[in-house]
């Protein structure tokens, strides 16, 4: 399965549910919504940076990441930015992947 970086920051409405019900029942909420989509949590921290939170999780595709963006966008509690990751493996393989790229000027 694909393997995502969820990376989220909350609003003050979002802080206020933090605040409210803690850490631990986020991260339950979070496990729960990654595998209702199918997937498997990973990972779920928080953190004192330009985000809120970092989630590491595998989903079935690309629409599974889209549909957990909209879920919690539209939730309005987070702002959440979704980054696909590949292994190092996957990157070997697209190093191979003949493109026909020409660069400007050649």
């Known amino acids: 399965m694909p393997t995502f970086l969820l990376k989220s920051t909350y609003t003050a409405e979002g802080l206020n549910g933090l605040i409210?019900?803690?850490g631990t029942k986020r991260a339950?909420?979070?496990r729960a919504l990654v595998e209702n989509a199918g997937g498997q949590l990973t990972s779920f921290h928080f953190?004192?940076?330009e985000e809120?939170?970092?989630v590491l999780c595998e989903l079935p595709d690309h629409r599974a990441a889209a549909a957990l963006a909209i879920s919690i966008g539209g939730a309005r509690g987070l702002r959440v930015q979704v980054t696909p990751?590949?292994?190092?493996?996957?990157?070997d393989e697209a190093a191979q992947m003949p493109t026909g790229y020409t660069p400007p000027g050649a």
């Open 28 to 30: 339950e909420v979070v």
């Open 20 to 22: 409210r019900d803690g």
């Open 47 to 49: 953190a004192f940076a």
């Open 85 to 91: 990751l590949l292994s190092p493996a996957e990157v």
């Open 52 to 54: 809120d939170t970092y």
